[in-house]
């Protein structure tokens, strides 16, 4: 996935599941000994869990290490540093639950805002298309003509459209690397008003080259479009109006990297080898179960 950094997606997940051992041993911490104000000597020994669960939820309040002398300290790291090499196995549980749960958050997220924006997100009027016009089950893509994981991504899409003649493609112009994806988009979507989004867009996502604003009207121009309505159209408020919809669009919905699916309200980030399975796979299921607004 690119985004305008060209930064992996999901940092902060990321560091948080390299935190989830200093969590872990913070925990251990509170429950080794539990002193009493004024006590001296160490406490008795807990029985520790090992389950993921608990030791997550023992880590999340702050302890307040004044309460233990030096000696508890000592004695605290020792007992942590002795339980976790001989369970090292409670670092993969804390992992597997902690990618569980932000797993499942992300996915809650993620249906609430697609609920709130599904009108935008499925049917707007200046949305170009691909694929049936009314297709039974929606996907939608958010994209840059100048990220290479949405020119590796766009095969899958291609196959999609050709292989399945009731689905209903939505392009989301989010040109958010460069001018140079600005400036072509915005030429994509003036030839939608000559009715050849699809054409250009497939010429303009296969570059091999940087695509910019020459590059975009040179493939037009090949194209056979009217090259003085093209340019006066782009520059149209309909086109620069629907780059600034869908750039408040993904700011809703927290969309900050290119390629980006939508299927009924589940999402795919990126373009994994197997996105085009992936896409079959959810395409058939909301199929089978019924959409209401893709």
């Not at 994981?149 to 460069?178: H, M, N, Q, T």
């Not at 996105?275 to 909301?286: G, H, P, R, T």
Request: contains cysteine; aromatic residues 6%; glycine residues 6%.
């Amino acid at each position: 996935m690119s985004t305008p950094e060209e930064t992996p997606p999901r940092t902060g997940r990321k560091l948080t599941l390299l935190l989830a051992p200093a969590l872990l041993l913070a925990g251990l911490a509170l429950l080794v000994l539990r002193p009493e104000r004024g006590q001296t000597e160490p406490a008795t020994a807990v029985e520790i869990p090992v389950t993921g669960q608990t030791a997550a939820q023992a880590a999340a309040p702050a302890a307040d290490t004044s309460m233990f002398t030096d000696t508890q300290k000592r004695a605290i790291e020792q007992i942590s540093k002795d339980y976790l090499l001989a369970h090292p196995e409670v670092f993969l549980q804390i992992q597997t639950a902690l990618e569980a749960k932000l797993a499942k958050e992300e996915t809650e997220r993620t249906q609430k805002l697609i609920a709130e924006n599904a009108k935008d997100i499925y049917r707007h009027p200046n949305a170009p298309l691909a694929g049936n016009p009314n297709g039974d089950i929606t996907v939608v893509e958010f994209f840059d003509y100048n990220c290479g994981y949405c020119k590796r991504g766009f095969a899958d899409v291609a196959k999609l459209v050709e292989s399945d003649p009731k689905v209903r493609v939505v392009f989301k112009e989010f040109p958010i690397l460069s001018k140079d994806s600005e400036e072509a988009a915005k030429i994509a979507l003036a030839a939608r008003k000559q009715g050849k989004y699809w054409e250009l867009h497939g010429a303009l996502i296969s570059s091999k080259a940087r695509v910019t604003e020459a590059v975009a009207l040179q493939e037009a121009q090949k194209l056979g479009l009217n090259m003085d309505q093209l340019k006066t159209d782009k520059e149209s408020e309909d086109v620069k109006g629907e780059i600034a919809r869908v750039q408040e669009l993904a700011k809703k919905m927290n969309i900050n990297g290119t390629p980006h699916f939508l299927v009924g309200d589940e999402a795919i980030g990126g373009a994994p080898e197997n996105l085009l399975e992936m896409l079959k796979e959810k395409v058939a299921a909301f199929r089978a179960k019924g959409c209401t607004y893709c």
